[in-house]
């Protein structure tokens, strides 16, 4: 059978290769493109960049499960023969030889795994949460936390907040999680159940501002000025979801101007936050013109669609029970934190022992899959 000799000219003749089985690819305009291939392309890159984590994600939990059984299988010999360093130097070198393309068996590596075993004794929470996270975080983890249950508490946020390894070892060094939810405030009667969980866990008590160089000497203004300095830690300290808007923020009522110490915007929630800093102890009264500007800045800037102006107070020290009797008569959201410039050992041993158990964590995040 003859075949038919198709002339690719032929399309300038009012030639229509599907009419003869045969396509050709045109490329099509932007103008010619349906209304809905955007929302349709998008969710093509989603479904390709959710795949591509998950492949990520599932590669590097199988390496953590191997280091984890390494490391087991390393302890358990070592318990039954008593051999010592110099058999994780050979180990490390046969590896090599055996695997020359491998990289992370190093003598010092062989050992971190040994430990990784070690202080995970129980392989489904290192299935579950620890797994999840690079070995970076894992070394962070081992070497910086010794309390199990606080190593458990840190390695479960990096992987809700997705941290780095450098963000994980600040967080643990600042104590970040001993001090959230501590403030005392009106949330839960002046705000959303949602809204309330959410600003109670995410407001900290005491506030840490060790990196403004400030002491327990220093002025209001010198304080603020340091934090407006390095307002990336503050934001850091403050928590995820903020952006700053800026500092001594003009307001002008009845004919006087008032200034905001620091205003910033939360993203999830949706609304502005003042923050009032004071170099002196807590006194009721500072209430007063904290809900003044909340009230102005809820006529002035706030969108219709945002929520209600939060309120955050930062003083040098306070007593707990004035400030709850303070926040009774108020209707606007507000919490009260005193400020640190450092951390002492009294604190920190009081924070550890107040942590949850092991078991009391483990719960938690069985009823958050």
Not at 307 to 317: M, R, Y
């Amino acid at each position: 059978m003859k075949k038919e000799k198709i002339d690719h000219d032929e399309s300038r003749k009012g030639f229509k290769p599907e009419e003869k089985g045969v396509f050709f690819p045109v490329a099509i305009s932007d103008a010619e493109l349906p209304a809905w291939y955007g929302e349709f392309f998008n969710s093509i890159k989603a479904e390709i960049s959710n795949s591509r984590r998950k492949v990520m994600v599932s590669a590097n939990s199988q390496m953590m499960m191997m280091y984890y059984r390494i490391g087991k299988n390393i302890l358990q010999q070592q318990a039954s023969e008593g051999w010592g360093a110099k058999i994780i130097d050979k180990l490390s070198a046969d590896i090599k030889t055996a695997y020359p393309e491998l990289k992370g068996f190093s003598p010092r590596n062989l050992k971190y795994m040994r430990k990784f075993a070690e202080i995970w004794s129980d392989e489904e929470i290192v299935q579950r949460t620890v797994a999840q996270l690079s070995w970076r975080h894992n070394i962070c983890l081992m070497e910086k936390i010794k309390e199990p249950n606080r190593r458990l508490l840190y390695a479960a946020a990096s992987l809700k907040y997705g941290w780095s390894h450098n963000i994980l070892d600040l967080q643990q060094q600042a104590y970040t999680l001993e001090r959230e939810g501590k403030l005392p405030n009106n949330f839960d009667a002046t705000l959303p159940d949602i809204d309330s969980d959410m600003m109670r866990y995410l407001f900290k008590d005491p506030f840490l501002l060790d990196f403004t160089g400030a002491d327990a000497n220093s002025r209001e203004k010198d304080i603020e000025d340091a934090l407006s300095s390095h307002v990336e830690k503050f934001l850091l300290e403050l928590g995820q979801g903020f952006s700053y808007v800026g500092r001594q923020i003009h307001l002008e009522l009845g004919g006087e101007d008032f200034y905001i110490d620091m205003l910033f915007y939360h993203l999830k929630l949706r609304c502005f936050v003042v923050v009032e800093l004071k170099a002196v102890d807590f006194e009721p009264g500072m209430m007063g013109q904290l809900v003044m500007y909340q009230n102005i800045v809820d006529v002035v800037l706030k969108h219709p669609s945002d929520t209600p102006t939060i309120g955050l107070l930062l003083v040098k020290s306070k007593k707990e029970i004035i400030v709850r009797y303070s926040l009774d008569s108020v209707n606007k959201p507000i919490g009260v934190a005193s400020w640190e410039t450092g951390l002492n050992t009294e604190m920190t041993d009081k924070w550890k022992s107040a942590l949850p158990t092991i078991e009391e964590i483990e719960c938690e995040l069985k009823k958050q899959e």
